[in-house]
């Protein structure tokens, strides 16, 4: 058997014209462009009016919906990712297929993207032109990026994560002007976005954090000196007075060895809501500030003889 070799001609061999040539053939051959896709597509009208520009291509798909064609014989660039937004919105398309001969890395993740954090289908395929041997030259699309149920998927999980991050860093800066009035233990702290907010207490590796769950929050002394076995120690020297500290602190503590983890904790819990539960926030904040200057005060000895050892 004899195997030919694919060889790669280049486009402007086989289209001289973008507009006159490849677009005039892509709606004559629209199957091709179909099989790539996986759909199919019908209706297909050339240079249609989408304001002050004229769409390359605008076909149906089986239900019906609008879809917009782009094509680009050259390497991808910002203006035709911009005409093809346009198109988008001008002609309220569902879907956007963007033909290229070179897809540049970052039109890459703009296409990825957007199938992640809008609702329309953003296809990317790339055209060449390939024959074998002395054959006539043949079109061949790629599909760079689609749209996926993992892309969606993925899109939702960071559109939720950024809205986390939004109301976390909203209730931290509540529960920090509302400290103010109190103490000034976390005084020179930022509001960020993530769980947890700390501030040091006077010993390296040892932090006086809050903690904000969904529905929850905490207050916590967090041992981390970055070896596990002196966590432990000094984990231990707290526990030696836990009668004491939860005397002094007015309630029960958790006691989290946390074994065969690096670090140690002690913690005390707010069931009173958490990041979620936003108008409840004055009272949570309010309980879990009275709850920190408490747990300071109760560990406070104990850290100065730690400080004066150490």
Known sequence: MTIGKLTRVPLREVWKHEAHD???????NIDVLSEALDFDLAN???EKSAGDFNVDLVGEDANGDTVVIEN?????DHDHLGKVLTYLAALDAKAAVWIVARP????VKAVQWLNEATSTHFYLLQVEAVRIGESEPAPLLTRIVGPSIEARAAGETKAELSERH??????????????KA???LHSSVSPGHYNWLGTGSGISGLGLNYAVRQHGTQVELYIDRGDGDENSSLFDRFHAYK????AAFGAPLEWQRLEGKRACRIRHRIDLGGWRDEEKWPAVT???IDAMIRLEKALRPHLKKIKATS
């Open 72 to 76: 680009q014989l050259e390497k991808s």
């Open 22 to 28: 490849f677009t005039v053939w892509l709606e004559d």
């Open 243 to 246: 009668a004491a500290i939860e």
């Open 44 to 46: 297909v009208e050339r």
């Open 286 to 288: 309010d309980a879990a």
């Open 182 to 184: 109190k103490t000034k």
């Open 104 to 107: 540049r890395p970052e039109h």
């Open 166 to 179: 939004i109301v976390r860093r909203r209730f931290w800066t509540l529960l920090l002007e509302r400290a």
